[in-house]
C-alpha cells in the first residue's frame, strides 16, 4: 500500500467539468462527462476508474487539451489545458499507441525528442537509456508498424517519459503487455511517485489500480460515482491476517483457544495462494535460465514461442556481460546501489525474509476452520505477542521457508494492510521491487533502476543547470 | 578492403612490367572482384547500421544502373544506356539530396522535428515512390519517345515542353497526395494525440508540415532541373537536318530572350481610331452605343471594351496595297549588347493564298535603303535578323510593313494580311543565358508547388483525404488554367464587369434570371446561375497562368526576376500565408480527438 503523503500541490483541477456531444444537427447526443469535479495533487498516483464508456479517456483527453469542455473548467499546473508550455512537464501514454508505422523505434523517439527542443547528444543519451530501458534496444532500427502491440505499447510508455515528465497521463497503460510488462509498469509508476512525480491513471484493469494507486475516482455514465484513498475505500477495518509456516492442526488448536480467551474465534485456516501473475513469472524467468543453458533447445511450445517472439523485448534477455558495460558507463554509475526504497506494491520489507516458493509446492492445507461470535474487549497487543511466544515453543520458525499458513482473525484496531499484503508470496529476485531484501539482488533489477535513476537524474540536473 | 586493391596493384604493375600483360590483368581483376565482395558482405553484415544501410542504398543503385549499363552498351542501345544513367543520377542525387535535407533538419526544434518526419514519411509512403519512380523515369524517357527525324530546335523544344508539363503534373500530384496524407492520416490514425501533447502548438505543427513539404520539393525541382538541363544539351549536341537548325536552336531556344511589343509611331493613333469607329457604330446602333455626339465616357464597358478590340485587331493588320508602321520602343540594352534582334512575325492571310505564302514587304526606320522582301508561310512563326546598328539613339526601332497587291508578285487576289494580336508581332533580343531563365523557372515552379502544398494542408484541416485531395486537385487544375477558365466562363454567359457599381453587380444575377425565366429562356437562366458558381469559384482561386514557365522555356523568352519577385510575394507570401492563416484558424479551433462513448 502506498505510503508516501503527497503534498496539497494541486495539479490537475477539474470544477463542474462536462463534455456533451452533439450531433450533425446540434442536438446533445451523449453526455460523455457530467458535471465532475477532479483534483489531483504533486506526488499522487491517481486512479480514474470505470468501465467502457464512463467517460474516463474524454476526461484525459479534455485534460490534455485534445478535446474541449462544453462546460466547467480544467486548469493543468495552474494553466490551461491547450497552452503550450505546459505540455513540456507532461508524459502521455493513450490507450493504444498510436505510433507512425513508417518510423523505426530510435526514429520515433527523436521525433519526440526534437519536440521538447532537446539537441542531438541529450536525445540520443536519453533513446539509449529508455530503449534499455523498455527492452527494445535489439529492435530499435525496425519500422514501429512491424511491432507486436506489447512492443508499441514500450515505446509508446518510452514516448512518454522522453522528457522526464513532472505528470504522467497513463490511459489503459498495460493493455496489450504481458505479464513482464505489466508489472515493470507498475513498478515504474510507483517508482515515479516515490520521486515525487505525479500519475494520473486511468484503467478498468482493477488489479493495476488497486496495486499502485494512492487515490481513486470511480467513474460510472460520465459522473463520479466514488473518490477517495484506496486505504479508505479498500481496507476492512475489522479484521486481522497473521500469516506463519504451515501449522499443525493441534498448534491451531491450541491458538485457538489463546484467541477463544480474548473471545475471538479462527475464521478461517488455510494455505495462501499464489498469484496467477507471480506464477507466471515464475515460469517465465525459469524457462529463460533454462533456455540460456540449453541453447537451441526451446522449440514449439506455447511458452518457448511467446519467449522467441518477445525474447527482444525482454529485458532479461540482456547478456550479463552487457550489463555490467551498461552498469559501468557513466550514465550507470550514477545509480544507487543501496537497495532503492521499494514500491508499495509488495509488502513491507521488513516483515519477512523472502521465502521462494516452487510452483509445484503449492499444496492447500485445508483446516477446520469454526466460527464463534465476538466476544469482549481484547488487549490486541498481548493478544499478538502470545501468539508469537507460542508459536515459537512449538519450534514454528517464522523464517523457515517451506509453506505458509494464513490465520484470519476478527482482530480489530491493528492496521492489517501490511499483514494482508505479505500473504503474497514472495516475488523472484528478478522481477522484485528493489525495496525488498532479496537475499540475490538480481543484476537486471539493479540495470534497470540504475537506468531510470540516470534518466530522471539527468534531466533534472540539466534543468538545475538551466537554472544556475 | 584498401590493401586487398593495393595488393592487386601492385602485383598486376609488376606483371605488367614484366610484359605478362594477361596475367596482369588477371590478377587486378581478381583483388578488385575479392574487394568488391568483402565491401559487398560487410554491407550485408551492417545492413542494420543506418550508414552502411545508405551507403548500401547507393551501392546496390549504382551496381544496377552499371549492370543495365553494359548489357545496352554490348546490344549496341545507346539511347537506352543514357537514359539509364539518367534515371541513376535522378535517383542517387536525390537520395543524396534528401539525406542532405534529413540532416539539416535534425535540429531540436519541434518545426524542424514535424519538418523531418514528413520527409520520412513522404518517402516511405508506396503513392509517393510511384510518383518519384515515375518522376525519375520520365525525364530521361522523354528523349527516347521524340521523333529523331525532326528538326532539333523543334525536338528540343518538345523536350522541354513535355519534361515540364510532364514535372509540373507529377510534382503537384506529389505534393497533393503528401500533404493531404499527412495530415488526414494522422487524425484519422491518432498520432496526432502524441503530437498535440507535447509542446507543440498548432500553428507549429503544421509550419513544420509545410516546411516538409517545402524542402522535399525543393529537392526534387533542383533535382529535376539538373536532368532537364542536362538532357537539353544532351539533345542538342545531336546532329542537326541543316546547319540553319543548329544556329536556330541556340538562337531562339537555348537562349532567354527579352519580347518586345509593338506600339503606333503616334500615340494618339489609336485612340483617334477609337473615336472614328465610336462615331460610325453611333450612326449605325445608337441604342446600343449612344446618340453621336454624346460624351465618351458615357459609353458602357461592355461597348467601350468591344470597340478597342475592334481597333487594335485593325492596327493589326494591313490591307492589301497599304502599310502600317509598328514602333518598337526601349531597345538601348539590345543595341549595346547583341549584334541583331530578331523580327518575329506571324503573319495570316485573311483569304485562302495560292502555296500557303504570303509576301511583305519591310521598310525599316523609314529609310528606303532599308527595304527587304520576304515570302513567309501562312500561320507560321517567322524570325527576320535585324542588325542592332539599325536602332536609333533613342533605343527605337520603327518596322513599317507593306503589304504588296498579290498581282504584281504572281498574279493572287488582294487579301488583307493579319497579325494575332498577342504575339503576332514581336522583337526579341537577347538578355540572358538558358541555364539562368531555367533556373527561374524553376524557381517559379517550386513556388507554385509551394502554394500547393500550404493548399493541401488546409484542405486536409477539416476534410478527409478523398475530399481534401479532390478539392486541392480541382483548385490546382483551375489555378493552373485559370486565364483559359476565366475567359470561357466570360464568353460562356455575359456578366458584368468590375467597373459596374457594386450594387449593380450584385443585382445583375437575379434580374437577369428572373429575366430569363420571364422570357421562358430557361437555359440562359442556368448558364447565369453556372457562371455565377463558376465566376464566385474563380475568384478564390490565384491565377497560376501567369507564372507558368513552360511556354517561355520552350521558346527561350525571357523570365525577368520581377516576375519571379512577384511570383514569390503573390504565391509564396500572400496566397500561401492567406491560406496558411485559414488552416490554422481552423486547425486551432478544432477538436482533434473524436467522440467516444
Redesign the interface.
Known amino acids: 500500500m502506498p505510503q508516501n503523503n503527497p503534498t496539497t500541490d494541486t495539479i490537475i483541477k477539474c470544477a463542474d467539468l462536462t463534455k456533451v456531444f452533439k450531433d450533425f444537427w446540434l442536438r446533445n447526443r451523449v453526455v460523455a462527462v457530467d458535471h465532475i469535479d477532479l483534483e489531483v495533487n504533486r506526488g499522487e498516483v491517481f486512479g480514474l476508474l470505470g468501465p467502457n464508456g464512463s467517460g474516463k479517456s474524454t476526461t484525459i483527453k479534455m485534460i490534455l487539451g485534445l478535446l474541449h469542455p462544453t462546460s466547467g473548467r480544467i486548469a493543468v499546473f495552474g494553466r490551461h489545458p491547450r497552452e503550450v508550455s505546459i505540455k513540456q512537464d507532461i508524459g502521455y501514454l493513450p490507450e493504444e499507441s498510436y505510433l507512425y508505422q513508417f518510423l523505426n523505434a530510435q526514429e520515433t523517439l527523436e521525433y519526440y525528442g526534437r519536440l521538447f527542443h532537446q539537441n542531438r547528444a541529450q536525445r540520443r543519451r536519453r533513446i539509449e537509456q529508455l530503449l534499455h530501458w523498455v527492452g527494445l534496444e535489439h529492435v530499435a532500427r525496425r519500422p514501429v508498424g512491424e511491432y507486436s502491440k506489447g512492443m508499441a505499447r514500450r515505446i509508446g510508455l518510452a514516448q512518454a517519459l522522453i522528457n522526464d515528465p513532472q505528470l504522467l497521463i497513463l490511459d489503459e497503460p498495460t493493455s496489450g503487455l504481458d505479464p513482464i510488462g505489466t508489472r515493470q509498469i507498475k513498478d515504474l509508476i510507483s517508482e515515479l511517485a516515490q520521486r515525487g512525480k505525479t500519475v494520473l491513471l486511468c484503467s478498468h484493469l482493477l488489479a493495476d489500480v488497486e496495486d499502485v494507486c494512492h487515490r481513486v475516482a470511480i467513474m460510472f455514465g460520465g459522473k463520479v460515482r466514488k473518490e477517495g484513498t484506496v486505504d479508505q475505500l479498500l481496507v476492512r477495518q475489522d479484521m486481522t491476517t497473521i500469516q506463519t509456516s504451515t501449522l499443525e492442526p493441534a498448534v491451531v488448536q491450541e491458538i485457538e483457544q489463546v484467541l477463544a480467551r480474548h473471545g475471538r474465534a479462527i475464521e478461517r485456516v488455510d494455505s495462501p495462494r499464489q498469484k496467477l501473475e507471480q506464477l507466471f513469472l515464475d515460469i517465465v524467468h525459469q524457462a529463460q535460465s533454462e533456455g540460456a543453458t540449453f541453447s537451441g533447445a526451446r522449440s514449439g511450445g506455447k511458452l518457448a514461442e511467446f519467449l522467441t517472439a518477445s525474447a527482444a523485448h525482454m529485458p532479461e534477455d540482456v547478456s550479463a556481460q552487457e550489463l555490467i558495460d551498461q552498469l559501468t558507463t557513466p550514465a550507470g554509475s550514477k545509480a544507487r546501489q543501496r537497495p532503492l526504497p521499494g514500491s508499495p506494491a509488495h509488502g513491507r520489507p521488513d516483515s519477512q525474509s523472502p521465502a521462494r516458493t516452487e510452483p509445484g509446492s503449492v499444496n492447500p492445507v485445508p483446516a477446520p476452520g469454526k466460527q464463534q461470535p465476538p466476544a469482549a474487549e481484547p488487549d490486541l497487543d498481548a493478544n499478538l505477542e502470545q501468539l508469537d511466544r507460542l508459536m515459537a515453543e512449538m519450534g514454528v520458525s517464522q523464517k523457515k521457508p517451506d509453506a505458509r499458513t494464513t490465520i484470519e482473525r476478527e482482530l480489530a484496531h491493528q492496521p492489517p494492510e501490511e499483514v494482508v499484503r505479505s500473504d503474497q508470496v514472495e516475488l523472484p529476485d528478478w522481477a522484485k521491487s528493489p525495496r525488498s531484501e532479496s537475499e540475490q539482488p538480481h543484476k537486471q533489477e539493479q540495470v534497470d533502476r540504475s537506468l531510470l535513476d540516470s534518466l530522471l537524474k539527468s534531466d533534472k540536473e540539466k534543468r538545475k543547470d538551466k537554472g544556475e | 578492403m584498401l590493401s586487398l586493391l593495393v595488393a592487386g596493384g601492385a602485383i598486376s604493375a609488376w606483371l605488367w612490367l614484366t610484359d605478362q600483360r594477361l596475367a596482369a590483368i588477371w590478377v587486378n581483376g581478381t583483388f578488385d572482384l575479392l574487394a568488391a565482395a568483402w565491401l559487398a558482405m560487410g554491407l550485408w553484415r551492417w545492413r542494420?547500421?543506418?550508414v552502411a544501410g545508405r551507403i548500401g542504398v547507393v551501392v546496390a543503385g549504382t551496381a544496377t544502373a552499371a549492370l543495365l549499363c553494359n548489357i545496352f552498351i554490348v546490344f549496341e542501345r545507346n539511347a537506352l544506356t543514357i537514359t539509364t544513367v539518367g534515371v541513376w543520377a535522378m535517383s542517387i542525387g536525390f537520395y543524396l539530396a534528401l539525406q542532405l535535407a534529413r540532416r539539416l533538419l535534425?535540429?531540436?526544434?519541434?518545426v524542424?522535428?514535424?519538418a523531418?518526419?514528413l520527409l520520412?514519411?513522404a518517402v516511405?509512403?508506396k503513392a509517393v515512390a510511384v510518383l518519384l519512380v515515375m518522376l525519375f523515369i520520365l525525364v530521361p524517357c522523354i528523349p527516347l519517345l521524340i521523333d529523331p527525324t525532326e528538326r532539333l530546335t523543334y525536338r528540343v523544344q518538345q523536350f522541354l515542353t513535355y519534361s515540364l508539363i510532364g514535372i509540373t503534373t507529377l510534382l503537384s500530384l506529389l505534393t497533393i497526395v503528401v500533404a493531404v496524407t499527412t495530415i488526414t492520416r494522422e487524425l484519422e490514425?491518432?498520432?496526432?494525440?502524441?503530437?498535440?501533447?507535447?509542446?507543440?502548438?498548432r500553428g507549429q505543427y503544421l509550419l513544420g508540415k509545410w516546411l516538409g513539404m517545402a524542402v522535399l520539393n525543393a529537392l526534387l525541382v533542383a533535382v529535376c532541373g539538373v536532368a532537364i538541363y542536362t538532357f537539353t544539351m544532351l539533345l542538342a549536341q545531336q546532329p542537326a537536318t541543316m546547319p540553319e537548325d543548329a544556329r536556330e536552336l541556340h538562337e531562339q531556344v537555348l537562349v532567354a530572350r527579352q519580347v518586345v511589343s509593338p506600339r503606333p509611331q503616334d500615340p494618339a493613333q489609336l485612340s483617334q481610331a477609337f473615336s472614328e469607329r465610336l462615331a460610325t457604330l453611333r450612326q449605325q446602333e445608337p441604342q446600343l452605343y449612344g446618340q453621336p455626339g454624346e460624351a465618351e465616357s458615357a459609353l458602357r464597358n461592355e461597348a467601350r471594351d468591344a470597340i478597342q478590340k475592334q481597333v487594335i485587331t485593325a492596327w493589326f493588320a494591313v490591307s492589301p496595297r497599304s502599310s502600317q508602321t509598328y514602333v518598337f520602343r526601349g531597345l538601348t540594352p539590345a543595341r549595346q549588347n547583341a549584334q541583331t534582334v530578331q523580327f518575329r512575325l506571324k503573319p495570316k492571310s485573311a483569304g485562302v493564298p495560292k502555296e500557303d505564302v504570303v509576301y511583305l514587304a519591310l521598310r525599316f526606320n523609314n529609310r528606303n535603303d532599308r527595304v527587304m522582301t520576304r515570302k513567309i508561310g501562312d500561320g507560321k512563326y517567322h524570325v527576320i535578323e535585324v542588325p542592332t546598328e539599325l536602332i536609333d539613339d533613342k533605343g527605337d526601332l520603327s518596322i513599317e510593313i507593306y503589304n504588296p497587291p498579290r498581282e504584281q508578285i504572281d498574279g493572287g487576289s488582294a487579301t488583307t494580311i493579319n497579325f494575332n494580336t498577342t504575339d503576332g508581332l514581336q522583337l526579341l533580343y537577347r538578355v540572358d543565358s538558358f541555364e539562368a531563365n531555367l533556373t527561374r523557372a524553376m524557381i517559379l515552379l517550386w513556388l507554385r508547388l509551394c502554394f500547393l502544398g500550404m493548399l493541401a494542408l488546409a484542405t486536409g484541416t477539416f476534410l478527409g483525404f478523398p475530399v481534401a485531395a479532390l478539392l486541392a486537385t480541382l483548385i490546382c487544375v483551375a489555378a493552373s488554367g485559370s486565364s483559359f477558365l476565366n475567359q470561357s466562363l466570360s464568353d460562356y454567359a455575359a456578366f458584368p464587369k468590375a467597373t459596374v457599381p457594386l450594387w449593380d453587380r450584385l443585382m445583375f444575377i437575379p434580374r437577369g434570371f428572373i429575366d430569363f425565366l420571364q422570357k421562358g429562356e430557361f437555359w440562359n437562366a442556368f448558364k447565369l446561375i453556372v457562371a455565377l458558381i463558376g465566376s464566385s469559384f474563380m475568384k478564390l482561386v490565384p491565377g497560376f497562368s501567369e507564372f507558368s514557365p513552360t511556354q517561355s522555356i520552350a521558346y527561350g523568352l525571357h523570365l525577368p526576376f520581377h516576375l519571379v519577385g512577384r511570383a514569390a510575394l503573390w504565391l509564396g507570401v500572400i496566397w500561401t500565408g492567406a491560406t496558411g492563416i485559414v488552416a490554422w484558424l481552423i486547425f486551432r479551433a478544432r477538436?482533434?480527438?473524436r467522440?467516444?462513448?
Open positions: 542494420s547500421h543506418p535534425s535540429g531540436g526544434w519541434p524542424l522535428g514535424v523531418r518526419t520520412d514519411e516511405r509512403l490514425q491518432r498520432q496526432i494525440f502524441l503530437t498535440m501533447s507535447k509542446p507543440v502548438s477538436e482533434l480527438a467522440v467516444q462513448v
